[in-house]
């Protein structure tokens, strides 16, 4: 076999979704200010388009802003008033460390839990890689 003959056949191998151009854009927080609480409006929206779960995602917002969160129906409240643009940044922080793959940067990946050690797997490419577990 050649060397182009071994190329294509190494690129039928590999999942379609390496070969998409998409471009992914993390997503803009919605809150509110109502007397010593924050509400975050479009947290299903926020979830869904960074594809995780309700628990880690506010258990991660909780520990970096060291205060509680609740779900009040199709919302989070937050102890104590937080700027827009922290809960954004931290958004922004979340989905670099939690959901963009290190390799080939996209957003195709899964949180899986292997021998008690949180991994990060993206579907696109494959690869594996450790992430830091959050604090309890």
Same mark, same amino acid.
């Given at each position: 076999?050649?060397?182009?003959?071994?190329?294509?056949?190494?690129?039928?191998?590999?999942?379609?979704?390496?070969?998409?151009?998409?471009r992914f854009e993390i997503p803009s927080i919605q809150s509110v200010l109502e007397?010593?609480?924050?509400?975050?409006?479009?947290?299903?929206?926020?979830?869904?388009?960074?594809?995780? *779960?309700?628990?880690?995602?506010? @258990?991660?917002?909780?520990?970096?802003? #060291? !205060?509680?969160?609740?779900?009040?129906?199709?919302?989070?409240?937050?102890?104590?008033?937080?700027?827009?643009?922290?809960?954004?940044?931290?958004?922004?922080?979340?989905?670099?460390?939690?959901v963009i793959c290190a390799e080939c940067g996209k957003p195709d990946t899964r949180?899986?839990? *292997?021998?008690?050690?949180?991994? @990060?797997?993206?579907?696109?490419?494959? #690869? !594996?890689?450790?992430?830091?577990?959050?604090?309890?």
């Open positions: 076999m050649n060397y182009d003959d071994l190329f294509e056949r190494a690129r039928k191998q590999l999942p379609e979704k390496v070969f998409e151009q998409s007397g010593n609480k924050t509400f975050l409006l479009n947290i299903r929206e926020v979830l869904e388009r960074i594809n995780r *779960e309700e628990n880690h995602f506010l @258990k991660f917002m909780a520990g970096e802003l #060291a !205060t509680s969160v609740t779900m009040e129906g199709a919302r989070a409240v937050f102890a104590g008033k937080h700027a827009k643009a922290t809960l954004q940044t931290l958004l922004e922080r979340y989905v670099k460390e939690y949180l899986l839990i *292997e021998a008690r050690i949180l991994r @990060k797997r993206c579907d696109a490419c494959g #690869a !594996t890689i450790s992430v830091k577990p959050l604090r309890k």
